[in-house]
């Protein structure tokens, strides 16, 4: 499929990773609605792809994305909004089941900090920068984030993030949950397509499973969490890799799962 606000390759020194990188450079990777349906259209793609096991998406150094696009979103009024149920596509990525590893450098605001939380690790470089700035424009979050920053870090600091606009640094960021790990920008990329690549190399229906194990994490109580766990993990015993992946251990050689 062609694209015009996002490069999808694949690159050779990370078997089964799709990497997505966001390429509207002069806007900062504003998150236009052209963006949104081709990144949701292209992740749903990879999504049924037998020969991808995880995608990371990425932007430039100097901006994972700079929020959704305001000269795109300014002239609008509440009747077409709610009609066209604005950035109601971007509900799909939390909803895919190959791993997202997002892979930030530069400002993730606004919408661009929706997008890293909708993705399940992120990798931030040394020079990432969060927030929710939406209030300076006086609107709200509208891509999840009053929502999932508040599972993230706690009401105390997504308060003080959605209220006050300010942004925070990437130390701040992964001190308080946001962040998986702290990368230099120079290694972000490769380093998360290492992540993605030894994903990848895990059973594919085994990680999508343990995925959806956490994610329910968000959803229920402790009780109906560790049931689901509970019957996720007896129905795994049906699958081919993990009869590999304990016989390799015990026969003590690598796995070679076949995503079965
Ligand atoms: C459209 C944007 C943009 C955005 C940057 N640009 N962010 N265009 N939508 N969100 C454009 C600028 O207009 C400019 O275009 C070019 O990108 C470079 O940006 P500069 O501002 O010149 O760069 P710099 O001075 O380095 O400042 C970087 C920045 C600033 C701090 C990130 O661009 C900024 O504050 N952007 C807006 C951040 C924001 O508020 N995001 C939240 C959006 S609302 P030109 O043509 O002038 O070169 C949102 C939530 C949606 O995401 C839900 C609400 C309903």
Redesign the pocket.
């Given at each position: 499929t062609e694209y015009e606000t996002i490069l999808v390759s694949r690159p050779s020194q990370a078997p089964r990773v799709a990497l997505i990188t966001l390429n509207r450079p002069?806007?900062?990777n504003?998150?236009n609605r052209q963006l949104m349906l081709e990144l949701v259209g292209a992740v749903t793609e990879l999504d049924r792809d037998p020969d991808v096991g995880a995608v990371v998406i990425t932007g430039s150094e100097r901006?994972f994305a700079?929020?959704?696009?305001?000269?795109e979103?300014q002239p609008q009024g509440f009747p077409g909004v709610y009609v066209d149920d604005l950035?109601r596509e971007w509900d799909r990525l939390a909803d895919v089941r190959i791993p997202l590893v997002a892979a930030v450098a530069g400002?993730a605001?606004?919408?661009?900090c929706?997008l890293a939380m909708l993705c399940d690790i992120l990798l931030a470089a040394d020079n990432a920068t969060f927030g929710q700035?939406?209030i300076?424009?006086g609107?709200?979050?509208?891509?999840g984030g009053s929502q999932r920053l508040t599972r993230a870090v706690g009401k105390a600091k997504a308060m003080d993030l959605v209220l006050t606009g300010r942004t925070m640094g990437v130390e701040e960021a992964e001190r308080s949950g946001l962040v998986s790990r702290i990368v230099p920008l120079a290694d972000l990329l490769d380093e998360a397509l290492k992540t993605a690549a030894t994903i990848a190399g895990y059973s594919s229906p085994v990680v999508s499973m343990a995925k959806e194990a956490v994610n329910r994490s968000y959803e229920t109580t402790l009780a109906e969490g560790i049931r689901f766990e509970r019957r996720v993990f007896h129905s795994i015993f049906a699958t081919a890799d993990q009869k590999e992946g304990m016989a390799a251990f015990v026969e003590k050689r690598a796995a070679d799962f076949t995503h079965s």
């Open positions: 002069k806007a900062l504003a998150l901006a700079a929020g959704a696009d305001i000269r979103m950035f400002h605001l606004g919408g661009g929706e700035p939406e300076r424009l609107v709200i979050p509208g891509i």
